[in-house]
């Protein structure tokens, strides 16, 4: 099962995890780059939380590109 950890007001991010914490996903609608893309701020709140919260190591988080 996965667990939607949080999502934006607007639906324009989401964060899915596994309830064991080996898997985390930050998911955004827009493309880097784009005007309602996702700034580094928001990420950073987001993945504090996700550390602080609800316990995820983030030491292997990878950033993948949008392509």
């Known amino acids: 099962p996965y667990l939607v950890l949080d999502c934006g007001k607007n639906y324009e991010?989401?964060?899915?995890?596994?309830?064991?914490?080996?898997?985390?996903?930050?998911?955004e609608r827009q493309r880097p780059g784009s005007a309602n893309a996702m700034s580094e701020?928001?990420?950073?709140?987001?993945?504090?939380?996700?550390?602080?919260?609800f316990?995820?190591?983030?030491?292997?988080?990878?950033?993948?590109p949008f392509d």
Do not use: A, F
Request: charged share 20%; hydrophobic share 35%; with cysteine.
């Open 13 to 27: 991010y989401t964060v899915i995890g596994m309830p064991q914490r080996q898997y985390l996903w930050i998911m």
């Open 41 to 53: 701020e928001l990420y950073t709140e987001i993945t504090s939380r996700c550390e602080n919260e």
């Open 55 to 64: 316990g995820y190591d983030l030491s292997g988080l990878v950033k993948v």
